[in-house]
């Protein structure tokens, strides 16, 4: 059974850094996409980052120059690096990985993806 495990988030001030890990259990990160998403109370859980099988990354245009997705294949994790957090990036952010069915709506798209974590939570205070 694949699993993903989150971890990394807590609080910080803005304009500081954090990074998140993702480490996958009978999945392997070389294959396929995966990638990290971000969901606030209220709000529909959206697209921060994607990494395909060929490192190729994708970013949503609020994290861009700021957020850096990452993995190492030999310890089997993601990484999404965050600096100059801002008080907008707080959010329970979770791992995602193996498009489905719904990949045609793009690798940013939380419908895409078959398996999910359950989460950290990032907390950015001003």
């Known amino acids: 059974q694949v699993r993903l495990v989150e971890s990394g988030g807590e609080s910080v001030q803005a304009g500081g850094s954090l990074r998140l890990s993702c480490a996958a259990s009978?999945?392997?990160?070389?294959?396929?996409?995966m990638a990290w998403f971000h969901q606030a109370p209220g709000k529909e859980r959206e697209g921060v980052a994607s990494?395909?099988?060929?490192?190729?990354?994708r970013y949503a245009r609020s994290v861009k120059d700021r957020f850096t997705i990452s993995k190492d294949n030999a310890k089997n994790t993601l990484y999404l690096q965050m600096n100059s957090l801002k008080p907008e990036d707080t959010a329970m952010y979770y791992c995602?990985?193996?498009?489905?069915?719904?990949?045609?709506?793009?690798?940013?798209?939380?419908?895409?993806?078959?398996?999910w974590g359950q989460g950290t939570q990032v907390t950015v205070s001003s």
């Open positions: 990494i395909d099988t060929f490192r190729n990354t």
């Open positions: 009978e999945y392997t990160v070389t294959y396929d996409y």
């Open positions: 995602a990985a193996d498009l489905g069915p719904g990949w045609a709506l793009g690798a940013l798209d939380h419908r895409a993806y078959n398996y």
